[in-house]
């Protein structure tokens, strides 16, 4: 017998499977009958009810690697498209991850018209192509924003869009430490994926050289998002002359360390605004590989990378990007913010201003009831 009604998921990393797990575990409180089919990670898939693919692990960032993975990706777009067609969920909810979650609601409104779908977590096509936004509107039902001023944008163009306010709120405070800062400890904040911590952590490990050259009383930690991650950094430490003691590598470390450090290098992405959440003061930094960068510069659109700098409006923190990422520069900018308290209160001051901005908790449940609404309205 077939469900009151059905709801088929997809996202496609592990935040968006968290970010997913809030809304449906709010959703089921709701809507205890529901069915929860479709695609995400192990949190979501304990929340399943129907098929369900864990498919996380194959997460990928810039243009190469999608190259590189794009037969596996369209054969899952492929299966997901056919999965629709076969179980017709009444409503299709995509949480993030852009890249495939915007064609796959286009494929799938397309064979299915009657399909409702909604976009969590709205992508950032305000940054390199708002064109986008009207056609995005003509296969979207639903948009969720998590930032403020995109409501604005994506309802100029016909598109039901609710601001539900960013979840980071919900899951952030819950590791507040309430650790005073050392005014001798600087974090290394390289990313959580290998690429990127493979192109930023030794920039950032030889500006902690030069820094230390200057300030022989700072000291580093940098967080590793895995064992192995935590095992490539001490590594290289060890090939590239470094004391093992020089930079402290701390497993899971990086809400800690930045609650407890005077400033840090972060690389730029969600980290910056969870830093900026916990009032880090911060350089802003990153690097990929030239091709993803030369495509990127072609089309970006907006003047600051740092989520907290586009919020802001202005440059919060300073930004070195690409090639302006080099190991002088960002020592000389961090070595700045360490002997200028005056300019670290200002940046936790500003920070402040914009996590106010970004609504206060609950926006997995507000979210869920948007949902909610939109499935209530096919019963």
Not at 247 to 259: N, T, W
Request: net charge positive.
């Amino acid at each position: 017998m077939k469900p009151l009604q059905s709801l088929y998921v997809v996202a496609g990393e592990a935040s968006g499977d968290a970010r997913g797990a809030e809304l449906l575990t709010a959703l089921k409180a709701s809507l205890p009958d529901i069915e929860i089919l479709g695609a995400g990670g192990p949190r979501m898939q304990a929340l399943a009810t129907g098929p369900f693919l864990e498919w996380t692990a194959e997460a990928v960032v810039g243009l190469w690697d999608v190259l590189r993975k794009y037969s596996y990706f369209k054969s899952q777009m492929d299966r997901m498209l056919a999965e629709i067609e076969t179980l017709r969920p009444d409503a299709l909810l995509l949480i993030d991850y852009p890249g495939f979650n915007l064609r796959l609601a286009k494929a799938a409104k397309e064979r299915l018209p009657k399909l409702r779908t909604i976009f969590y977590i709205s992508p950032q096509v305000w940054a390199w192509n708002r064109g986008r936004i009207p056609k995005m509107a003509r296969y979207l039902d639903r948009m969720l924003c998590i930032f403020p001023f995109e409501k604005a944008l994506y309802e100029a163009s016909g598109l039901k869009t609710d601001f539900v306010g960013h979840p980071m709120i919900d899951s952030l405070a819950p590791l507040r430490t309430g650790a005073v800062r050392s005014d001798s400890l600087v974090g290394l904040f390289p990313g959580s994926r290998d690429r990127e911590v493979r192109r930023l952590f030794p920039v950032m490990l030889e500006a902690a050289r030069l820094l230390n050259s200057l300030h022989p009383g700072v000291r580093f930690e940098a967080p590793a998002a895995s064992a192995r991650l935590a095992a490539w950094m001490l590594n290289y430490m060890s090939e590239h002359n470094f004391d093992p003691a020089f930079c402290k590598i701390g497993r899971d470390r990086f809400y800690p360390l930045a609650q407890e450090a005077a400033a840090g290098m972060v690389c730029s992405g969600t980290a910056t605004l969870e830093a900026a959440y916990f009032g880090l003061p911060m350089l802003i930094t990153y690097r990929v590989a030239p091709l993803t960068w030369a495509a990127g510069k072609a089309l970006v659109r907006i003047p600051f990378l740092g989520m907290p700098n586009i919020l802001a409006g202005r440059q919060i923190a300073p930004e070195f990007l690409q090639g302006a990422a080099t190991p002088a520069r960002l020592a000389s900018a961090m070595q700045e913010l360490l002997l200028n308290p005056e300019k670290r209160s200002a940046q936790q001051e500003a920070f402040r201003g914009v996590i106010e901005g970004l609504g206060g908790p609950g926006a997995g449940e507000r979210a869920a009831r948007v949902v909610a609404e939109e499935m209530q309205a096919l019963a």
